[in-house]
């Protein structure tokens, strides 16, 4: 059965500090990972990764993809909060299309 | 900029009655998706479609059923509404194939009392 797990599913931070997070997957003929972030809305696209190694940058924004040990990161640096979301990854496998989807990363950042 | 429409924000109904929730996308998108979101269990697919009157199971089809007649709207229908299907309900949209990035709606917060 497919799987993506996300860490850690919430953390506090104050504005400035630096979030790293986590998405591991097991998931049957992975082609892509993808990161949203959710306000109190519709989940918008980030990054779309398909290649291992190569990072992905917008902004303050960066996430890479290690397909040898099936995880990828996250990060957000300088944070800001207008950063505080709900951040979903998610994995495209062997049905083109379909997306499995993580639980989720709640990200609080405090003034 | 691709638009995906949801019929209402927030809904609240009785036990038993039949609920229809509906989406439309405006950017000619052959796949839409119909997800349920809620706390700790991230979003979970119920139905998706790839063409007009086709349509497919996903990791929790049971209590729901789909109705896509044409390509840009695809309606979420539940039968006899129960309340533990009080969830916020997200629809979402892609192109066929060459991409996995799906366009979401707003989401639909519905409650069965």
């Known amino acids: 059965e497919d799987k993506v797990v996300q860490s850690p599913l919430s953390l506090v931070v104050h504005e400035g500090d630096t979030v790293t997070l986590n998405c591991s997957y097991e998931?049957?003929?992975?082609?892509?990972l993808l990161w949203y972030k959710q306000e109190k809305k519709a989940p918008t696209f980030l990054f779309m990764l398909?290649?291992?190694?190569i990072e992905k940058k917008s902004g303050r924004l960066s996430s890479i993809l290690d397909k040898k040990e099936l995880f990828s990161i996250l990060n957000i640096t300088a944070t800001q909060t207008g950063d505080s979301a709900v951040y979903l990854c998610?994995?495209?496998?062997?049905?083109?299309?379909?997306?499995?989807f993580g639980a989720g990363t709640q990200v609080v950042v405090t003034p | 900029d691709v638009k995906v429409t949801q019929s209402s924000r927030y809904l609240v109904k009785r036990t038993g009655e039949k609920v229809f929730l509906e989406c439309v996308q405006d950017?000619?998108?052959?796949?839409m998706f119909w997800y349920r979101q809620d706390p700790g269990l991230g979003l979970r697919l119920i139905y998706f479609?790839?063409?007009?009157?086709?349509?497919e199971k996903g990791d929790i089809p049971e209590g729901y059923s789909v109705s896509r007649e044409k390509k840009e709207r695809f309606s979420l229908i539940l039968e006899s509404a129960s309340t533990n299907q009080t969830s916020m309900y997200l629809c979402?949209?892609?192109?066929?194939?060459?991409?996995?990035?799906?366009?979401f709606g707003p989401g639909t917060r519905l409650t069965v009392t």
């Open positions: 950017m000619d998108h052959e796949n």
């Open positions: 479609s790839y063409d007009v009157k086709m349509k």
């Open positions: 398909t290649s291992s190694g």
């Open positions: 998931v049957t003929n992975f082609r892509s």
């Open positions: 979402a949209s892609s192109r066929l194939a060459g991409t996995y990035e799906q366009y």
């Open positions: 998610a994995v495209g496998g062997v049905s083109w299309g379909k997306l499995q």
